[in-house]
């Protein structure tokens, strides 16, 4: 008789590929305490958020506290959102400076440009992109006391939030125009600010003349780079879901700028009693 054929062996499955990590990607943050970071220590940052984050991909917009809160999460905001990945958007050109590119790419930066938005927010579920909308303009309105927000002529984060159909998060944060305060006036009109505006035009890059911390008996010394130490306090309000359209119309985009400034305009209103008791004027959107 002609024997049976030996039985085949176990089909195995393939052992698991390790994803490819570039050598500079922002890591994992480890979800055990761990002690702040001495900066936010120093100066006192604080977040206050009012809702729970979805874990779809969400578009934030917020102002210079993005760095501290998000980017390097020195007050351990992702211990607050688990499952949410920020990625903070700045200048292309700073990828452009030697070493500066490497601690931005570690710190899981990318560029403020339309492609890299639509990236991050096109590879799925838990992705969130930190903007500053006002740039390198509202930083020449800045000054102690004063919320001056550069708003209304702002509209291209507003149509990648509407083709990408993503939460858009209103955010503020209450005391980083007192972290700096300028050097000279510079109201419109002045030779200060014509100055200004020429090399802003030209480069770019806004040129604010500030005051940082002060030393020996003095109170603020010109051009500084270390802040003032006073506290911030970033607050997220409700995330507003916006519909996905391929093609946003100047109508949808205003519709959701009003209702994102409404929103913005409601945190302010209920938290600048308590955060910046000593304003100088309201939320204004002069731009």
């Given at each position: 008789p002609v024997p049976p054929a030996p039985p085949a062996p176990p089909v195995l499955p393939a052992p698991p590929v390790p994803p490819v990590r570039h050598p500079f990607v922002k890591p994992a943050r480890p979800t055990t305490p761990s002690t702040p970071s001495p900066y936010a220590m120093r100066h006192s940052h604080h977040i206050h958020h009012t809702c729970t984050l979805p874990k779809r991909h969400t578009c934030f917009s917020t102002k210079v506290g993005c760095f501290v809160n998000f980017v390097a999460d020195a007050t351990e905001t992702q211990r607050l959102f688990p499952g949410i990945s920020f990625f903070g958007a700045t200048l292309a050109a700073n990828f452009k400076v030697p070493f500066f590119r490497e601690v931005l790419l570690r710190l899981g930066c990318i560029s403020v440009s339309a492609s890299s938005i639509r990236y991050v927010l096109g590879m799925g579920p838990g992705n969130?992109?930190?903007?500053?909308?006002?740039?390198?303009?509202?930083?020449?309105?800045?000054?102690?006391?004063?919320?001056?927000?550069?708003?209304?002529?702002r509209s291209g984060f507003f149509r990648i939030a509407l083709q990408q159909g993503v939460h858009l998060v209103p955010i503020y944060s209450f005391g980083e125009n007192d972290l700096y305060p300028q050097a000279f006036r510079n109201e419109s009109g002045t030779f200060v600010r014509r100055v200004q505006e020429f090399w802003l035009k030209r480069i770019g890059y806004a040129t604010p003349y500030f005051c940082g911390s002060g030393a020996f008996c003095m109170p603020a010394i010109p051009g500084n780079p270390i802040p003032r130490r006073h506290p911030i306090i970033t607050v997220i309000g409700d995330p507003i879901e916006c519909p996905k359209i391929e093609h946003?119309?100047?109508?949808?985009?205003?519709?959701?700028?009003?209702?994102?400034?409404?929103?913005?305009?409601?945190?302010?209103?209920?938290?600048?009693?308590?955060?910046?008791?000593?304003?100088?004027?309201?939320?204004?959107?002069?731009?």
């Amino acid at each position: 008789p002609v024997p049976p054929a030996p039985p085949a062996p176990p089909v195995l499955p393939a052992p698991p590929v390790p994803p490819v990590r570039h050598p500079f990607v922002k890591p994992a943050r480890p979800t055990t305490p761990s002690t702040p970071s001495p900066y936010a220590m120093r100066h006192s940052h604080h977040i206050h958020h009012t809702c729970t984050l979805p874990k779809r991909h969400t578009c934030f917009s917020t102002k210079v506290g993005c760095f501290v809160n998000f980017v390097a999460d020195a007050t351990e905001t992702q211990r607050l959102f688990p499952g949410i990945s920020f990625f903070g958007a700045t200048l292309a050109a700073n990828f452009k400076v030697p070493f500066f590119r490497e601690v931005l790419l570690r710190l899981g930066c990318i560029s403020v440009s339309a492609s890299s938005i639509r990236y991050v927010l096109g590879m799925g579920p838990g992705n969130a992109v930190v903007i500053v909308p006002g740039g390198a303009a509202e930083a020449l309105d800045a000054r102690p006391g004063s919320n001056d927000l550069t708003l209304q002529r702002r509209s291209g984060f507003f149509r990648i939030a509407l083709q990408q159909g993503v939460h858009l998060v209103p955010i503020y944060s209450f005391g980083e125009n007192d972290l700096y305060p300028q050097a000279f006036r510079n109201e419109s009109g002045t030779f200060v600010r014509r100055v200004q505006e020429f090399w802003l035009k030209r480069i770019g890059y806004a040129t604010p003349y500030f005051c940082g911390s002060g030393a020996f008996c003095m109170p603020a010394i010109p051009g500084n780079p270390i802040p003032r130490r006073h506290p911030i306090i970033t607050v997220i309000g409700d995330p507003i879901e916006c519909p996905k359209i391929e093609h946003p119309t100047e109508a949808d985009i205003e519709k959701l700028k009003v209702q994102y400034i409404n929103s913005l305009n409601n945190i302010f209103t209920q938290f600048a009693d308590e955060y910046a008791p000593d304003r100088k004027s309201p939320l204004r959107i002069i731009k």
